[in-house]
């Protein structure tokens, strides 16, 4: 069975028969009720009279927080929305390999000994799941922007953005251009790319140690980004308002796209060097 043929059976039984997925336009939901009440908030409190665009929604959606470790004394809030979105990502996905390799997958293996071919699989189909995620996420946000009366255009209503960005009480505001072309792209991206990355590193991980506990690991990484600014603490990048474009000494989200490449390539080849020598057959105690 080559790749293409385990990659179809993945997206049927891992992503499209996962009932898990639903958590994504339900949670975008809230998000974005949340998100439109301070957004509401600031066109109204500073009588901008334009409407907001579906940008500004992203943006505050994606708000995330200070390093929390910096500013304790300020008694700053946990960005629990944020938080969330991966949270749920990082859920829909966590047991599915583990649980494949404990059945169907054995067998393929063991038939094949094409474990190459299996593991590959695996690592295309944890990008496809995120993926899928994020689709069922924005599509969610873009029928509530169009509802409650947003501009259904990426493009940067820049007064908006500026009032939502110079909201740190650690980092300096610069400012900034209205965001467009190439970095409007980014912004875009940098959520997506880090669900695809905490999905196939969580993966990796439940080769080594139980998936329950690889996504313990996974939410700590996930975590550490709400305190710290590290530079290879790359969820970060997705706290798009605290990155460097509008933050002096902010996270590049350019930097976080090359952390998570970096982390991409390297736990799907660790993984496949461990994987030649997985023992795929149960132990005698197991039930």
Known sequence: MNVFKILLCDIREGILKNKRFISAPLLAVFVCMAAHTRVSFLNGSFEIGEKPTLFNLF???FCGSDPLSKIREMHAPIPYMWLAVFIFSM???????????????????????????WWLSKCIWSILSGVYYYILFITTVIIFAAINGYSLSFSDNSLISDLIAN????????????????????????????ICTLNIFEMTLSLFIKPLYSFFITLGVLLLSAFVDWIFVF????????SSYYQQNG?????????????????AVMGRVWFKKYDILPAKNEV
Not at 92 to 110: K, L, R, V, W
Not at 235 to 242: D, K, Q, V
């Open 251 to 267: 996270y590049s989200m350019k930097a976080g796209l090359i952390v998570c490449a970096i982390m991409i390539v390297c736990t």
């Open 59 to 61: 943006l505050e959606a």
């Open 91 to 117: 859920f829909t996905a966590f047991d599915y390999a583990y649980d494949d390799i404990s059945n169907f997958g054995m067998q393929i293996i063991s038939r094949t000994g094409k474990r190459a071919s």
């Open 235 to 242: 969820p970060r990048s997705a706290m798009l308002p605290f």
């Open 167 to 194: 909201c740190s009480s650690y980092y300096t505001y610069k400012g900034a251009e209205t965001v467009k072309g190439t970095e409007l792209l980014l912004f875009i991206l940098s959520p997506l790319i880090v």
